[in-house]
């Protein structure tokens, strides 16, 4: 089973700032299979990026993903006041799905 | 718009089962190339993936949980259900149901439902 590990835990920034989140995979992930996720208190996990790199409808060009191997990372330009939030990635592999523990991401 | 729903008890008492239905709506839970998950998420922590149905009926668990876990589809109501036997105060949580699709990933999903484990 692929673990996910990502960092930082807690990631602190100012509105306009770059935030840059990192998803380490314990070993070699197909980059065809990992997604990234946005959950704001009290709500569901949002569909950001799958594919590694691929943004999901809607989501603003500001996120972009890279990545491939073990080492992934979703960096979110110019950060706005509601991208303030939880970021989770989440790989798929011999069918199964596995999370990592999330990055928060706050307001500095 | 596809959209999903999850229904159920939100208190069950230790040592009884959890059941949890999810029905979906403005789409075929029938439709090929699609999975049916159950995730959930205890409060303030992370995301774990409980298991996956398909269309078919074939299904695959989390083997952290597999020995307590089933699921179940229902094509004709467009739902379908997970069950968790012997629960514990570690099963509370938000139980969410979600759609995956081609590339592994959950594009769509219920708002959630809080089952609390407790006598």
């Known amino acids: 089973e692929i673990v996910l590990t990502q960092s930082p835990g807690t990631l602190s920034l100012s509105p306009g700032e770059r935030a840059t989140l990192s998803c380490r995979a314990s070993?070699?992930?197909?980059?065809?299979?990992l997604a990234w996720y946005q959950q704001k208190p009290g709500q569901a996990p949002r569909l950001l990026i799958y594919?590694?790199?691929t943004r999901a409808t809607g989501v603003p060009d500001r996120f972009s993903a890279s990545g491939s191997g073990t080492d992934f990372t979703l960096t979110i330009t110019k950060l706005e006041p509601e991208d303030f939030a939880v970021y989770y990635c989440?790989?798929?592999?011999?069918?199964?799905?596995?999370f990592g523990q999330g990055t928060k991401l706050e307001i500095k | 718009q596809l959209q999903l729903q999850e229904t159920g008890s939100g208190l069950v008492k230790p040592s009884q089962t959890l059941s949890l239905t999810c029905s979906v709506s403005?789409?075929?839970?029938?439709?090929?190339?699609?999975?049916w998950s159950w995730i959930r998420q205890p409060p303030g922590k992370g995301l774990e993936w409980i298991g996956y149905?398909?269309?078919?009926?074939?299904?695959y668990y989390n083997p952290s949980l597999k020995s307590r876990v089933t699921m179940s589809i229902d094509r004709s109501k467009n739902q379908f259900s997970l069950r968790l036997t012997s629960v514990t105060a570690a099963d509370t949580a938000v139980y969410y149901c979600?759609?995956?699709w081609g590339l592994g990933d959950f594009d769509y999903w219920g708002q959630g439902t809080l089952v609390t484990v407790s006598s």
């Open positions: 989440q790989q798929y592999g011999s069918a199964l799905y596995t």
């Open positions: 070993q070699t992930s197909s980059s065809k299979y």
């Open positions: 594919g590694a790199s």
């Open positions: 403005g789409g075929s839970i029938s439709s090929g190339g699609y999975s």
């Open positions: 149905i398909y269309h078919s009926g074939n299904t």
């Open positions: 979600a759609r995956g």
